[in-house]
């Protein structure tokens, strides 16, 4: 590495002579100049390509190499910036790196990343970034929202905090339209500055949905930050999409009730909610199985995915359907979740704890449960798909009647006119929209 290093720099400075030759000493460089200096650079990048295939061949000959070169195509950043990443780094780091999911074994020279646990591209290039960038330096990635919402990639959480000192963080959802043109994909936007001794101060935006049409003032009308003192409060590798002092004031005051819905849940009853990891822009609760039959043979099949949560009793299940299916739980669900899977996890964070709740708020919640199904059942139909009959819900119909339930639940967290008017209206342009369809994907 001595001697590398000694090659660099005497390329850095044939560089430099190259540069002064353009702008200072008469301006006038030859071909043969060119030549020269293209020549040292080749020198230098054989040894290197050398040295980095020798990682990843199994047999490192010369024509595994070549081949591997071919392939790889490597970039060296020690000799193509010698003198820059000499200075610290680049002032300004920007990017889109590729979203593939990819693990690294043990052996590749990738296993020894921090980030080697996160199994994408995108994770190994954001570490990447970091070592690149200079102190006090800004860095700009669009990435998947996983960055900051699921536990598998809390490696990246781990070392952006540790690299950065402030941080802007924005998501944005993938319907009705989304920032890269026929590209499904949830992503962030995270903007920061790298200050290598302390953790980063987090000013975070929320979970936006948009149309088509508003792409061009998305992010001068929409864009809004809450700087936050403590984040990461429910659990330890999910970001709270917050946009506003009043955003944090709801979760606050659900927080402080200091219940999970965990706590009344049982392992084994018959008294059964049922939901899907799938969803649209209103979330299935169900205490039955939709039926979807074959065509062909007319024999039932399970929903993909199905899932399900255990209650004590009936009427906790219709309370518990009637929560879980508020605008309150759609917002809270965004404000942690990845916004891809409807997990577990998240509903057993909610905090309400049927267990305690007074029986007069308990029974208000079953009522409204009951009514929500039954205006469910009354508005199913029967879709064709696939080769199957499928049995599907218009969950809009019943907007009023969840409208109700997230008054309830506004009294029992003590949230303000304006706080209930936030949630009951939470994106209802996007969700209440019929030319979206029913499911997302």
Known sequence: MQRIEDRATILDAAVSMFRQQQTRLQGTVTLNDKIA?????????DELNDYLASQFCKKATSSA???????????????????LMQGGGFDVIIGNPPYVEESAPASSPLGAFATAGCGDLYAYVCERTFHLLREAGRVGLIVPISIFGTDGFKPLQDITRKNLSDCWVNSFANRPSQLFTGAQKRLTIFIGTKRSNGTAKFRTGGYLRWAREERETLFVARISHCVRNKVFLVFPASLEKIADERQHSILSKLLARGERLEICTVKQSP????????????????DFVPEIREIKTGRRVPPSELKSLAFQSKRSVEAAIAALSSTTFFWFWNVLSDCRNLNRRDLLAFPLDLSKTPTPLLTKLGDLGRKYLGELVDSSR??????????????SVCKVTIDEIDTVLASYYRLSPDELDFITNYDIKYRMRPELGEHEE
């Open 271 to 286: 008294h059964t909610v049922y939901y899907t990891r799938k969803f649209g822009y209103f979330l299935a609760f169900l």
């Open 65 to 83: 190499i070549a081949d591997w070169c071919a392939q790889q195509r490597p970039l060296h950043w020690f000799s193509e910036f010698h003198s």
């Open 382 to 395: 029967t879709m064709v798909k696939s080769g199957l009959q499928i049995q599907t819900f218009d969950y």
């Open 37 to 45: 200096l293209r020549k040292r650079f080749s020198e230098l990048d």
